[in-house]
């Protein structure tokens, strides 16, 4: 189920609303003010990787002898 993150352009609130099958909003108001005027915003997303398995290895940075780069 996405998270839907909105800004009202009157006053600046920033809320979410969960999208479920049987919460489907056609017209999204601001919890604040109920102001009509509200957007869409690009939200940070999030995963979990497996339980406890070891982060993944960066790949070498810089130009050194060993990137291959010289």
Do not use: W
Request: aromatic share 8%; charged share 20%; net charge positive.
């Amino acid at each position: 189920m996405p998270i839907y993150e909105y800004k009202c352009a009157a006053c600046g609130h920033i809320f979410e609303i969960l999208n479920t099958s049987s919460n489907k909003e056609t017209e999204v108001q601001c919890r604040k003010c109920q102001s009509n005027d509200v957007g869409k915003i690009l939200s940070v997303g999030s995963f979990r990787r497996g339980s406890g398995g070891p982060s993944p290895v960066a790949a070498p940075t810089g130009c050194g002898k060993k990137s291959g780069f010289s």
